[in-house]
Nanobody, 121 residues
Framework: QVQLVESGGGLVQPGGSLRLACAAS????????MGWYRQAPGKERELLAI???????RYGDLAKGRFTISRDNTKNTVNLQMNSLKPEDTAVYYC???????????????WGQGTQVTVSS
């Protein structure tokens, strides 16, 4: 089993920045990718960014130009730097990790509990 612990959410004014962090722990043999999603009230969960073990990245349209994903493979952590935040960025932000417990185990998607980000003056 893999546990994900997110941190860094909170209240920020429009135009401000926040840095989210997610640490993966538990039975981890390897991780193929780590990423961030968000879900606003009444909306579906949306992709923000993912980053592979080889540090390849893919950004969703919502995140391009303002958010930057980074990863520390030695610590199994993934961060999301968010700049120029807008009120419409208000949502619960979720960490996602695809990992396997052993060499022969299947890859499984794991999700964090979510961290609230509120952008308001």
């Amino acid at each position: 089993q893999v546990q994900l612990v997110e941190s860094g959410g909170g209240l920020v004014q429009p135009g401000g920045s926040l840095r989210l962090a997610c640490a993966a722990s538990g039975s981890i043999f390897s991780i193929t990718y780590m990423g961030w999603y968000r879900q606003a009230p009444g909306k579906e969960r949306e992709l923000l960014a993912i980053i592979t073990t080889g540090v390849g990245t893919r950004y969703g349209d919502l995140a391009k130009g303002r958010f930057t994903i980074s990863r520390d493979n030695t610590k199994n952590t993934v961060n999301l730097q968010m700049n120029s935040l807008k009120p419409e960025d208000t949502a619960v932000y979720y960490c996602n990790v695809r990992a396997r417990a052993t060499y022969s185990s299947p890859f499984i998607d794991y999700w964090g509990q979510g961290t609230q980000v509120t952008v308001s003056s």
